[in-house]
């Protein structure tokens, strides 16, 4: 008997909702930082090769080594290039 | 009472870290919610914001990057190593480590969650934001001697936190425990929906600005 009366499910009251909802917040992290990688790795790809500089060896740099491949992209990272010459001298 | 926050303080431990009894810090008759490594990263990214009242305010650079390369390299390099087989590390090495990691990373974050248009409008944050973010600027918003201050405190908690482990006094675990929770929500629940905010709308900019161009 004790055993049938364990497998009747129980309603789910307040606490298990408020679990469930944490628990769904934890299922998102990976998602979210997955997000913010792909959106670090683009905007080091389009601001490398707005530079001059090699767009896709940073990319792969940054996609293996994460924060440390950004913060050495940033130090080494050039000037931007000006976009128009500067007007000549009247 | 004590267990119930416990277990809430282990199980929110247990979504970011591994929990190896042999990696973790033994401390007023329990393990500390996370293993040596995030204890000490967790910690140091707390100290890491006693520095912001040192940042220059009229400053638009990134903190210095030369010196948060420096910081960040050895907690990576450790755990890499280790991860890879080369060679195991001791508890001692990778609270230290980690520790100079999590000093060194929050001026950093917070420099970038300074892009989050969401960021000005908080009423207390707001004070801590450089006015504007310009990642070519020379001039850092936080400098190298900050930066080394930061250093020697975490430093000064290593040699803390060494000499009360294995202690069985709790005052210990309840003072370090709150503290690592409290850091490990805000940095892994939180800021990264701050991070993915400012890149998307730092993205948004860049198509305006070249579609317009």
């Known amino acids: ?90 | 009472m004590e267990d119930l926050i416990t277990h809430f303080f282990n199980f929110v431990g247990h979504v970011v870290c591994h929990q190896i009894p042999e990696r973790t810090l033994w401390i007023g008759g329990r393990y500390l919610p996370v293993c040596s490594r995030d204890t000490g990263a967790y910690l140091g990214l707390c100290i890491g914001y006693l520095l912001l009242p040192l940042r220059k305010k009229d400053a638009h650079g990134p903190p210095n990057l030369w010196i948060t390369f420096f910081m960040v390299v050895p907690m990576i390099v450790d755990a890499a190593t280790q991860t890879l087989g080369v060679r195991t590390s001791t508890n001692e090495l990778r609270l230290i480590t980690g520790l100079i990691f999590g000093v060194a990373l929050a001026p950093f974050l917070v420099y970038l969650v300074s892009l989050v248009p969401l960021s000005r409008k908080l009423p207390i944050v707001q004070g801590f934001l450089p006015k504007s973010v310009r990642l070519d600027d020379k001039e850092p918003w936080l400098n190298s001697q900050s930066l080394g201050l930061g250093l020697l405190m975490a430093v000064a908690l290593f040699f803390a936190i060494n000499s009360v482990v294995g202690s069985t006094s709790p005052i210990f675990y309840w003072l370090l425990s709150p503290l690592i929770v409290c850091s490990v929500v805000w940095h892994i629940f939180l800021l990264p929906l701050f991070l993915a905010l400012s890149l998307f709308a730092y993205l948004r900019t860049l198509s305006c600005s070249s579609s317009s161009s």
């Not at chain 1, 364990?6 to 998602?31: H, N, Y």
């Open chain 1, 1 to 90: 008997m004790a055993k049938v009366s364990k497998m009747i499910p129980l309603p789910i009251g307040q606490w298990e909702w408020g679990f469930l909802g944490f628990a769904g917040l934890v299922c998102l992290i990976p998602v979210v930082w997955f997000i913010i990688a792909v959106l670090l790795c683009i905007w080091v790809y389009r601001d490398a090769e707005s530079r001059g500089m090699n767009g896709a060896m940073w990319l792969i740099i940054v996609i293996i080594t994460g924060i440390l491949g950004l913060i050495v992209y940033l130090v080494v990272r050039k000037d931007k290039k000006s976009g128009a010459p500067p007007p000549p001298p009247s």
